[in-house]
């Protein structure tokens, strides 16, 4: 009797087990369909719209791939999906922070009144490196795919206070709130107009690149105070991994903490007892950065100048000012300068004055450069036109000859 009754129980929990396996089974199913359907839609418009392969992506400065795989559904009407992004690309805020853009990309799909799918490129901006506490700080920008609508919104601490459309827009139906709390609408003796053709800007494999072009219209610009972001607009950062807010500053993954320690055993050895006093101190986050800008300027000296010019000569002070350059957006130009002084502690007197002059050249790079001019870019204008110094004539292997060697503009 024991036996039988152990049997059944054991029955009933296999045959459980199976209605529940179904159950996942078919739920999987249903999903698996459901993303498939939302690629078709977007496929079937993509067809129809006559665009070009790259205008897949967010923009044709740099690549993206749509994970279908990844959409999560609000509702039976709304979904968001992730983005790949197949470059490096990085924005800095206000207040110097790298933010890779790689968290900050999604695509949100809405039905409209017809039941079709539209499809909006979302790309969140942050402002500063770290959001407040009540939410992101910083523009969403939503562009639909096959429309030539967009919505420029900005939100303060989580809240969306104003934002700009295009003319003739449907979406300020959907989002036009009735306090005016800054900027105004037309008419209105607050009221100012973004200027059309902004341009964001952002380093795309370490290069200075646009990655969003506001469209010109033929008139101008919609503004609506307090958006409600619902209907074809920007999605209010529901998204987790890509609500907008970078990481904390202090944050690193996996990948770049492996990275660092590479980079430290590289470098480490190469600082001065001063440069390593300051440089144990800093966040994790700086640290990353200013071994990265280091590799970079290295490798980009090595790539541009022959080799004999790379210890004293203008490949070396091109080195030393594109190194300060990229450290005065990461970690800013304090730093960067301590870090400099204390690395040249040591060095020859004329081989001294010679690196702390490019490194003052590179650090105002945000101040002196052309608008979308790169570092890269800045620093080679720098050296063509004499900002920049260099050593002659030197010795053996490159070395300061006493009371001969000169210290002389890169244009002579």
Not at 6 to 12: A, H, M, P, S
Not at 66 to 76: E, G, H, N, P
Not at 172 to 194: C, F, M, Q, S
Not at 392 to 409: A, D, E, H
């Amino acid at each position: 009797m024991k036996r039988s009754l152990n049997f059944i129980t054991c029955l009933v929990l296999l045959l459980t087990f199976f209605s529940c396996r179904k159950e996942h089974l078919s739920s999987d199913v249903g999903k698996v369909n459901q993303n498939l359907s939302l690629k078709a839609a977007f496929d079937q418009q993509y067809a129809k719209s006559g665009l070009k392969y790259l205008e897949r992506s967010f923009n044709k400065n740099y690549r993206t791939e749509i994970l279908w795989d990844k959409a999560i559904f609000k509702t039976a009407d709304t979904a968001i999906i992730k983005v790949k992004l197949l470059e490096d690309v990085r924005i800095y805020t206000n207040d110097s922070i790298p933010v890779n853009m790689s968290d900050n990309l999604v695509v949100k799909a809405t039905k409209n009144t017809k039941g079709e799918w539209v499809f909006v490129k979302v790309m969140y901006l942050p402002e500063y490196g770290k959001d407040l506490p009540t939410g992101f700080t910083g523009r969403i920008i939503s562009e639909s795919y096959f429309e030539k609508n967009y919505m420029v919104a900005k939100y303060l601490g989580g809240h969306a206070y104003f934002a700009t459309f295009n003319s003739g827009n449907p979406w300020i139906d959907y989002n036009n709130g009735p306090i005016l709390k800054a900027g105004g609408l037309p008419n209105d003796p607050r009221y100012t107009v973004e200027e059309e053709g902004q341009t964001v800007y952002a380093y795309v494999n370490g290069e200075l690149n646009s990655i969003w072009y506001r469209p010109p219209s033929p008139t101008p610009p919609v503004c609506a105070d307090d958006p409600i972001l619902t209907g074809g607009g920007g999605d209010g950062g529901e998204v987790s991994g890509g609500g907008g807010g970078p990481s904390p500053t202090d944050e690193l993954s996996a990948e770049e903490m492996a990275e660092l320690a590479n980079l430290e055993q590289q470098y480490r050895t190469r600082m001065e007892p001063e440069e390593l006093a300051i440089y144990e101190k800093m966040s994790s986050k700086n640290k990353f950065a200013y071994l990265t800008n280091a590799k970079q300027a290295e490798e980009t000296a090595i790539s541009k100048f022959p080799a004999n010019t790379l210890y004293n000569g203008k490949g070396d002070a091109f080195r030393h000012a594109f190194f300060h350059a990229l450290n005065s957006i990461t970690i800013g130009k304090d730093l960067s300068k301590q870090l400099g002084d204390a690395h040249e502690t040591r060095s020859d007197p004329t081989e001294k004055s010679m690196d702390l002059h490019n490194n003052a050249v590179g650090r105002e790079f945000l101040q002196n450069s052309k608008v979308g001019e790169s570092p890269a870019e800045f620093i080679s204008r720098s050296l063509t036109e004499g900002t920049l110094r260099y050593l002659t004539p030197l010795g053996m292997n490159n070395t300061v000859i006493p009371n001969v060697t000169k210290l002389v503009p890169t244009n002579q």
